[in-house]
T-cell receptor, first 115, second 113 residues
Framework: SQTIHQWPATLVQPVGSPLSLECTVEGTSNPNLYWYRQAAGRGLQLLFYSVGIGQISSEVPQNLSASRPQDRQFILSSKKLLLSDSGFYLC??????????????FGDGTRLSIL | DAKTTQPTSMDCAEGRAANLPCNHSTISGNEYVYWYRQIHSQGPQYIIHGLKNNETNEMASLIITEDRKSSTLILPHATLRDTAVYYCIVRVVSGGGADGLTFGKGTHLIIQP
């Protein structure tokens, strides 16, 4: 069966510090991968998605970037964190290709606090 | 994506069936109904989805009305671990990747012992 792993579970970082969050998926090949942010009391915001290695699309302009160095690895990064980057970061995957209406499956998230 | 309307909160006794309604009166013919839930401090969990036929899996059943303007998620034997916020989403998924999910406020289901 497929599993998705995110780490770390929680992170406290000072303003201006760099960030690297990692997400890996097991049990499937060539998945679509997603990074979301969920601010407190608010809904999900899609940040990035990827349909293959090295292919990244950004949904909103921001202080963050994403990379996909391997088929099942998705990394969220920042060179200098801002206070507004605080939130709950979620990685998700779905089946890729022409099969439509496949659900997305989420990891357990990383709770990021910027001080 | 079509808009959905859900009750803000619901209570259900442990061991009973929990029936969560969702209205989606503007749903289009090619839009599916998806249900997710989110337990506090965890990532959203996919539950079930359907187009127009009723669907059942190991977690729940999804009943979609004939006119597709509303649906009900049924948890047949609710346990305390089913306490969560349940989200009903109506959308078309292209398969091309650019299909970010948008959650509304959902229904906070509280299972009472």
């Amino acid at each position: 069966s497929q599993t998705i792993h995110q780490w770390p579970a929680t992170l406290v970082q000072p303003v201006g510090s760099p960030l690297s969050l990692e997400c890996t998926v097991e049990g499937t090949s060539n998945p679509n991968l997603y990074w979301y942010r969920q601010a407190a009391g608010r809904g999900l915001q899609l940040l990035f998605y990827s349909v293959g290695i090295g292919q990244i699309s950004s949904e909103v302009p921001q202080n963050l970037s994403a990379s996909r160095p391997q088929d099942r690895q998705f990394i969220l990064s920042s060179k200098k964190l801002l206070l507004s980057d605080s939130g709950f970061y979620l990685c998700a995957w779905s089946v890729s290709g022409t099969v439509v209406n496949q659900p997305q499956h989420f990891g357990d998230g990383t709770r990021l606090s910027i001080l | 994506d079509a808009k959905t309307t859900q009750p803000t909160s619901m209570d259900c006794a442990e061991g009973r069936a929990a029936n969560l309604p969702c209205n989606h009166s503007t749903i289009s013919g090619n839009e599916y109904v998806y249900w997710y839930r989110q337990i506090h401090s965890q990532g959203p969990q996919y539950i079930i989805h359907g187009l127009k036929n009723n669907e059942t899996n190991e977690m729940a059943s999804l009943i979609i009305t004939e006119d597709r303007k509303s649906s009900t998620l049924i948890l047949p034997h609710a346990t305390l671990r089913d306490t969560a916020v349940y989200y009903c989403i109506v959308r078309v998924v292209s398969g091309g990747g650019a299909d970010g999910l948008t959650f509304g406020k959902g229904t906070h289901l509280i299972i009472q012992p």
